[in-house]
């Protein structure tokens, strides 16, 4: 059981300033580090796995800072975004090599035993070139836990693997977390990082943005204001009918479209069908007009 | 030390398009000398080795190597694989020395040997053999450290050869204090005086000696400050 700490750590490239005044705490379990692009994920991967010096605060695991603490990696096992560029190894081979380089008292049985876990026995006598994107992730992961270490850090583990590749990666870190060990990923993608993570961290540019269970962040993204554009029968009609209801905040006409503005999406989605046809309105189109994720994040750093 | 490490440098070096180019420097100068020799006589070929071998091949047998041991890795990221493990940073650079070093002996100072032998007289031979396997061990060990530093080491490397020891060296006969090709000749000319004596013999051993475990442990020092910097 570990803990990777961040203590008020922050991150400047020149004056670019890439993580600003991070705090927070990643225990046993599946942990998301969810943020769009450019957000910050990678830095505080990197800082995180010792790869990257905090320009001010702390990074620890266990109470130790892991910049520049070789040791640490006895415990960490790090998947990097970055691709292989070992395609003239086997993956048993490169996997092997991790082991050796751990200094495992008995690699060779280590190396089999990993590969039977990502279920890469078959093809790890073949060249990591010919491998596909999804096949390569799982070595990486391989590569990265023929040691058992009590934390495993994976920089966008999902970007390229196709779907029926994410469910197996995605089980095998559910396993992973199950068995206690701190398992943290990164994504841009709040489908993955919900299916997956019991924990979320949300990030924004450089910023925490919001931390909490599943639950609670899904709230935080649904119970926002939100824009909607209908087209219907009757805007007018259908105006007055929404301004009366209790998540409505605010309706304008904008020529063939009225722009309704949402507090409460739930009940607004529930109920808008029961209200058109209550007062014999059609409904020709709904469209969420800002439901990117960019837009649910900017929302979460502003509130 | 690190066998692992010396492993995969290796397949790096071997598994490369680059390991022809290394492979080509030795055979053409081989090739070269043998040339003349058979042309002219022994000593217009000699000519070839100061003046083409021992200032040009040799140290661009060690920036291949060098460089194809460690830059490559670096410049994509993928060194983390190898850093991301409890593994001494000094002993990985050390690792990959010996391997740069072993290359730039086989393909670099070795073949200076074969055609210094080809020209005839094997003390001279011997000498200037000496003096490249110094050398060449300050080369490599310099060019590793420039690789773990910058991107450009290729380029960086080149330059101190092209324009620092053959250019200006030529010009300023001062900057053999600097050059580490004057340190190895200086050394070989204990063994043969056909060999310039270009500055004070303790000095060389001590500035070649002093290079190499500096360009080693300065190597060593920045792998233990890799940081990786996101795409994004």
């Known amino acids: 059981m570990s803990t990777l700490v961040l203590d008020s750590a922050s991150r400047w490239f020149g004056n670019v300033v890439a993580v600003n005044d991070v705090s927070l705490s990643i225990g046993p379990g599946v942990t998301g580090l969810l943020g769009p692009n450019g957000a910050g994920k990678t830095t505080l991967m990197a800082m995180m796995s010792g790869f990257l010096a905090p320009s001010a605060g702390h990074v620890t695991l266990d109470g130790r800072p892991v910049w520049r603490n070789t040791e640490t990696y006895r415990q960490i096992g790090l998947v990097p975004e970055r691709e292989l560029s070992f395609g003239y190894l086997t993956g048993r081979q490169f996997v092997r090599a991790n082991a050796d380089l751990h200094r495992l008292p008995d690699a060779a049985a280590a190396t089999e035993r990993i590969l039977e876990v990502v279920d890469m026995v078959e093809p790890a006598g073949r060249r990591l070139d010919t491998y596909s994107k999804g096949m390569r992730q799982r070595v990486k992961i391989a590569a990265a836990l023929v040691h058992d270490p009590a934390v495993l850090l994976l920089d966008e583990p999902f970007n390229g693997v196709d779907p029926r590749q994410r469910m197996h990666l995605m089980d095998l870190l559910r396993r992973l977390g199950d068995e206690g060990r701190t398992v943290l990923f990164s994504s841009h993608i709040l489908e993955e990082v919900e299916r997956l993570a019991r924990h979320i961290e949300v990030v924004v540019s450089g910023r925490h943005a919001a931390s909490g269970d599943f639950g609670a962040i899904r709230r935080l993204m649904t119970d926002r204001p939100v824009q909607y554009a209908v087209q219907s029968s009757d805007n007018r009609t259908l105006a007055s009918v929404l301004m009366a209801h209790e998540s409505v905040r605010a309706v304008s006409l904008r020529g063939e479209h009225l722009d309704v503005q949402v507090g409460d999406l739930g009940s607004f989605a529930v109920d808008l069908p029961g209200l058109a046809r209550q007062h014999d309105v059609t409904l020709f189109e709904l469209s969420p007009s800002d439901e990117s994720l960019e837009s649910v994040f900017a929302y979460l750093v502003a509130r | ?232």
């Open chain 2, 1 to 232: 030390m690190n066998a692992t490490i010396a492993k995969l440098a290796l397949q790096a070096l071997l598994g490369r398009r680059r390991f022809f180019l290394l492979l080509a420097f030795p055979v053409l100068l081989i090739g070269l000398v043998a040339l003349v020799t058979a042309l002219l006589d022994g000593e217009a070929a000699y000519e070839v080795l100061p003046n083409l071998g021992y200032p040009l091949v040799l140290p661009l047998v060690a920036i291949l190597a060098a460089s194809s041991v460690l830059g490559p890795e670096v410049d994509d990221g993928s060194i983390v694989y190898l850093l991301s493990k409890p593994v001494n940073r000094y002993g990985v650079a050390i690792s990959k020395w010996v391997v740069a070093l072993g290359a730039t002996l086989v393909a670099g100072a070795l073949p200076i040997l074969v055609a210094a032998l080809i020209t005839g007289d094997s003390t001279r031979a011997t000498a200037l053999f000496v003096g490249a396997v110094v050398a060449g061990t300050a080369y490599s060990a310099l060019f590793l450290a420039i690789s773990a530093v910058t991107r450009h080491a290729v380029i960086a490397s080149l330059m101190f050869v092209l324009i620092w020891e053959s250019l200006l060296g030529n010009l300023f006969s001062g900057i053999a204090w600097l050059s580490i090709g004057q340190w190895g000749l200086r050394i070989g000319h204990e063994i043969s005086s056909a060999l310039p004596d270009p500055a004070n013999l303790g000095y060389a051993i001590v500035a070649s000696l002093l290079v190499t475990v500096v360009g080693a442990w300065f190597a060593g020092d920045r792998l233990r400050s890799f940081s990786l910097t996101g795409d994004e």
